[in-house]
């Protein structure tokens, strides 16, 4: 029986929304392999860190970002998937507002930046399988739970947040669909103040109510759009 040679690393697929574009955080990698070439932050688990301390820990060393949650996304183990050798990735992923952070490269990164997830460099290993995979839960889990409202201003029009949404799933809505569901939620507060843009009508502010929030996830929320 052979014995057994397996190397465990993580990786971290960060998104960010800004302005109406989706971006996606990568480092320019220092040393070989793919020296001088874009990758997903990330790097080989220590001995005595758990995942999620790994992670962290990568996020931090290469690009200066601390992020207080990423979510768990999929395990990567294609035998020839790092010319190195057998390494299995778990592969985590988030969803941050880039003016939020101030980036700098460290450790075997050579420089850090975002990215417009279409318009995007060539990258290491499989990690263009990784983005897509990131990108299709991101797109899958917020058809059936309200997510990315920390991504707009403290107080937003609710046209801000029907931008959000069909950015986020690369497609058009349906407006008064999405609108009676998310009001029916009961997680908006709505403001006596108004937005004025341009001619039109003056616009209802909202906020987002985080307590009511997590009391339906905690209930077991229900929402598709």
């Given amino acids: 029986m052979n014995k057994q040679s397996i190397k465990l690393s993580v990786d971290a697929v960060v998104f960010g929304y800004e302005a109406g574009k989706i971006s996606v955080l990568l480092i320019k990698r220092k040393f070989e392999p793919f020296k001088n070439h874009w990758a997903i932050p990330g790097g080989f688990v220590l001995n005595d860190e758990s995942l999620e301390e790994a992670v962290e820990r990568e996020l931090q060393e290469e690009t200066g970002i601390t992020i207080n949650y990423l979510e768990q996304?999929?395990?990567?183990?294609?035998?020839?998937r790092d010319p190195r050798g057998r390494v299995v990735s778990i592969a985590y992923f988030g969803l941050v507002r880039p003016d939020a952070f101030k980036l700098f490269a460290s450790t075997d990164a050579a420089a850090v930046e975002?990215?417009?997830i279409h318009e995007l460099p060539k990258l290491s290993f499989d990690h263009g399988a990784i983005l897509?995979?990131?990108?299709?839960?991101?797109?899958?889990k917020i058809?059936?739970?309200?997510?990315?409202f920390e991504l707009l201003d403290n107080k937003f029009p609710f046209s801000d947040l029907e931008k959000?949404?069909?950015?986020?799933?690369?497609?058009?809505?349906d407006r008064r669909n999405f609108r009676k569901r998310i009001l029916g939620l009961n997680v908006l507060?709505?403001?006596?103040?108004?937005?004025?843009?341009?001619?039109?009508?003056p616009a209802s502010l909202f906020q987002f109510n985080q307590k009511r929030y997590f009391q339906l996830k905690k209930d077991g929320i229900v929402f598709e759009i």
């Fill in 132 to 140: 897509q995979k990131a990108i299709l839960r991101l797109q899958a």
């Fill in 189 to 201: 507060d709505e403001l006596d103040e108004k937005l004025s843009k341009g001619s039109g009508r």
């Fill in 114 to 116: 975002w990215f417009n």
């Fill in 164 to 173: 959000l949404y069909t950015t986020l799933l690369g497609r058009d809505i």
């Fill in 73 to 80: 996304l999929y395990t990567f183990g294609d035998p020839t």
């Fill in 143 to 148: 058809t059936y739970e309200p997510i990315g």
